[in-house]
């Protein structure tokens, strides 16, 4: 699942390396910040690195461990979190495992084609240009590393704002920031050490919580082609809002699944939840915010509609207002 640049680091631990080829990482400085951001998507995770970076949302503070490796042509990437409740998250290319070690749990899922964020930009940079405009804020320092900053404003009220600070001369993503509709910053991730390696140690890139008895659930979906969806059908999209994927999650002890469809307009991303309501439970309506994601649920022919994501209220509420059952 696709999402903004400081959830989807933490989410699935997809964290892309940028690094530019030997021969273009010299001068910066006549860049224009849709270079800086060409550069990134180009060199996305070639890099090998380590580092520990704070991520802050709604009041709270997490310390979080990265440690992201590439060889013959395979990624394999770790994330530990170092305050709060132990878990890691452990990626193999496409393959996801969450490992929950205060509840003897092993979660295993496989990711989408291209999730692999922050920052991994879309192709259509030149879409993007309809609805955020990109602007240079100048140099700057991040956990000791000179940095570059690029700030992303939207051109309408249906998403948010960003921040970004990159290695000058890597293109790594150092620190970010996301902005809501009055222009606070709601959500901060920012590294406060990294080091850069030529390799590293397999042991690196190994959870900590091997040897331990666990319990292991591996999320079985089905995914479908965006033309494909199913029964539902979402019909006024904000602009530059398009379908791209569709899942059914099969839920765990329960004898139907979860529908999923995700949108994006190649930066904001909003996922659409279905499932039917259980027998004798009210329906319910009304939106519901934590940090920067909105959520707004409804009920419509049995089954409760749920939209979330990284953007304003505005836009999970027409969205969740445009699902409607297939004629």
């Not at 640049?5 to 849709?34: H, N, Q, V, Y």
């Not at 919580?209 to 539902?232: H, L, N, S, Y």
Request: net charge negative; aromatic share 8%.
């Amino acid at each position: 699942m696709k999402y903004s640049p400081i959830r989807s680091f933490l989410g699935g631990a997809l964290l892309a390396a940028l690094l530019l080829p030997e021969a273009m990482a010299g001068d910066t400085s006549s860049l224009t910040p849709r270079q800086w951001l060409e550069r990134m998507s180009q060199a996305a995770h070639e890099l090998n690195y380590d580092g520990i970076f704070v991520y802050s949302h709604d009041g709270h503070m997490q310390t979080m461990r990265i440690v992201h490796g590439r060889s013959d042509g395979n990624e394999r990437e770790r994330l530990l979190a170092l305050s709060g409740p132990s878990r890691e998250v452990i990626r193999d290319n496409d393959n996801v495992t969450c490992i929950l070690p205060d509840d003897n749990e092993v979660v295993v899922e496989r990711t989408g084609p291209g999730r692999r964020l922050p920052l991994d930009l879309p192709e259509r940079l030149e879409s993007l240009e309809r609805y955020y405009s990109f602007t240079d804020g100048g140099s700057e320092r991040v956990a000791g590393h000179s940095a570059r900053k690029i700030v992303i404003t939207p051109l309408d009220r249906y998403r948010y704002g960003h921040a970004l600070w990159l290695h000058n001369d890597k293109g790594l993503l150092l620190r970010a920031e996301l902005y809501n509709e009055d222009g606070l910053a709601v959500e901060q991730l920012m590294f406060t050490t990294l080091q850069f390696h030529d390799s590293l140690p397999v042991a690196q890139l190994e959870p900590e919580t091997q040897g331990r008895d666990v319990i292991w659930q591996r999320d079985r979906e089905r995914e479908d082609t965006p033309d494909e969806a199913g029964m539902w059908t979402v019909g006024e999209l904000p602009p530059g809002f398009v379908l791209e994927n569709h899942r059914h999650h099969f839920m765990p002890g329960a004898g139907n699944s979860v529908e999923h469809l995700l949108f994006s307009d190649g930066l904001a991303s909003v996922s659409v939840f279905i499932e039917p309501e259980a027998e004798g439970q009210p329906g319910m309506a009304g939106g519901s915010r934590l940090g920067a994601v909105n959520a707004y649920t409804r009920s419509l022919e049995g089954h409760f509609i749920t939209v979330m994501g990284e953007v304003p209220p505005v836009t999970a509420r027409r969205i969740a207002d445009s699902v409607s059952l297939r004629n």
